[in-house]
């Protein structure tokens, strides 16, 4: 069972879940956009097993704060402060689309913070065709607003983003959705080869692929993460 927990960071208080033994090696969850630290209710548990998993929601979704003021930097500043509030001073990190992003960004930028990342599904920061969306009816759990800052980050990227792809040094596993995403795969394959320590494995399920192969993407996962195990040094909340 995971409890729910909040702690403030940056004068904003952040949302998370927290599940798993108080000793094991941590471990933290970046959602999409749109969703919240609920979406990997499927997998959290069988991580669970042998982490202390962290699941948190991102300025302007579900249960943290929506102040106002997005970008993916402000958000990639949230996810450090984070770890600094817990006290996690190295941790694995796994980010699925926009989590993806926010968590390169901060490997990339505290490469001495992230020691295995796991990028679901994830673009690779090259421009391309902007669309702005349409806002659905009814009430939503995150900030609309929000959907259309980082949106046009996403859609123009700054191109530093890119080169210090170099930078990143946590060994990483990219997770593709294979032809039934609507992530371009040329692109995922090209983050793959541009970060040092990347290699891709495609599970042919589409972009949610910790939702439609669950135990696959946990048994991938799982082994990924077990591989030159290390102990990290952290006080764990």
Do not use: C, K
């Not at 042998?50 to 579900?62: C, E, K, P």
């Not at 920061?125 to 349409?134: G, H, I, L, Q, V």
């Amino acid at each position: 069972m995971a409890d729910h927990r909040s702690v403030g960071v940056g004068g904003i208080r952040l949302a998370y879940r927290v599940s798993g033994p108080p000793d094991a090696p941590p471990l933290v969850l970046v959602h999409a956009l749109g969703e919240d630290a609920t979406d990997w209710e499927q997998v959290a548990p069988t991580l669970a097993h042998s982490r202390r998993v962290y699941a948190l929601d991102l300025r302007g979704h579900g249960r943290s704060d929506w102040p106002g003021d997005y970008s993916l930097e402000l958000m990639r500043a949230d996810l450090l402060q984070f770890l600094d509030a817990l006290g996690l001073d190295r941790v694995d990190l796994i980010g699925h689309s926009l989590g993806g992003i926010v968590a390169y960004l901060l490997a990339q930028e505290h490469p001495q913070r992230v020691s295995r990342l796991v990028l679901e599904d994830v673009p690779v920061p090259r421009p391309r065709e902007p669309n702005t969306p349409t806002r659905p009816d009814g009430d939503l759990a995150f900030d609309w607003e929000m959907v259309l800052a980082v949106r046009r980050q996403i859609d123009q990227p700054d191109p530093g983003w890119l080169e210090r792809l170099s930078q990143v040094t946590a060994e990483t596993l990219v997770v593709a959705g294979g032809p039934r995403s609507h992530v371009p795969q040329d692109g995922v394959a090209e983050l793959a080869r541009r970060i040092p320590g990347g290699h891709m494995v495609t599970i042919p399920v589409g972009h949610l692929v910790h939702h439609a192969a669950p135990e696959a993407f946990t048994e991938l996962v799982a082994a990924f993460l077990l591989t030159e195990e290390t102990v990290h040094p952290a006080r764990r909340p």
